[in-house]
């Protein structure tokens, strides 16, 4: 599948709210966001009936992959509301080098907008849908399993791997 969704401006102001005190402190507003949407999800009998459907294409946690114009992979899962979850979105007070190059996030997972994702981007395309509301359900705990301080390893624990964890749970 390609380019088949909708994306709109970055609501940039809506997770202004992530992105101010400690470390921790992002990590655990990020992780109460996917808990209220966690208790949103199991209230919706049909996702493809929600006004969010309607105006992205996207049902919460489907993957997205992005090839970017320098030719580099990325992933991330959809949430709602134009949000995103993916690695590296972390407020930058989370994050550390590795090496001289490479600077991450130590919060594996962080919030971002899909917009953000689609800037400089050649090329997205959803991974999997999820079959049914149980299958949302399960995704979304998964998903809250991996906000917090983990190790990213650019080989066996980078964005790809993560979000291959929260789509398929292995």
């Given at each position: 599948?390609?380019?088949?969704?909708?994306?709109?401006?970055?609501?940039?102001?809506?997770?202004?709210?992530?992105?101010?005190?400690?470390?921790?402190?992002?990590?655990?507003?990020?992780?109460?966001?996917?808990?209220?949407m966690?208790?949103?999800?199991?209230?919706?009998?049909?996702f493809?009936?929600?006004?969010?459907?309607?105006?992205?294409?996207?049902?919460?946690?489907?993957?997205?992959?992005?090839?970017?114009?320098?030719?580099?992979?990325?992933?991330?899962?959809?949430i709602?509301?134009?949000?995103?979850?993916?690695?590296?979105?972390?407020?930058?007070?989370?994050?550390?080098?590795?090496?001289n190059?490479?600077?991450?996030?130590?919060?594996?997972?962080?919030?971002?907008?899909?917009?953000?994702?689609?800037?400089?981007?050649?090329?997205?395309?959803?991974v999997?849908?999820?079959?049914?509301?149980?299958?949302?359900?399960?995704?979304?705990?998964?998903?809250?399993?991996?906000?917090?301080?983990?190790?990213?390893?650019?080989?066996?624990?980078n964005?790809?791997?993560?979000?291959?964890?929260?789509?398929?749970?292995?």
């Amino acid at each position: 599948m390609g380019n088949n969704f909708k994306i709109t401006h970055s609501k940039s102001k809506k997770l202004e709210k992530f992105n101010y005190g400690s470390c921790d402190d992002s990590i655990e507003k990020t992780r109460e966001y996917l808990k209220k949407m966690l208790n949103k999800f199991k209230k919706i009998d049909d996702f493809t009936k929600t006004d969010d459907y309607k105006k992205y294409k996207l049902l919460p946690c489907q993957q997205l992959r992005r090839i970017s114009k320098q030719m580099v992979y990325h992933a991330c899962v959809y949430i709602y509301d134009g949000i995103i979850l993916e690695l590296g979105s972390a407020p930058k007070k989370c994050s550390r080098k590795l090496g001289n190059l490479l600077t991450v996030s130590e919060n594996t997972c962080g919030l971002s907008t899909l917009y953000q994702f689609k800037k400089n981007s050649k090329y997205i395309r959803i991974v999997r849908t999820p079959n049914d509301e149980t299958d949302v359900v399960k995704r979304m705990k998964r998903a809250l399993e991996c906000v917090g301080h983990l190790d990213y390893h650019p080989i066996y624990n980078n964005c790809i791997t993560r979000m291959n964890y929260i789509t398929y749970g292995n």
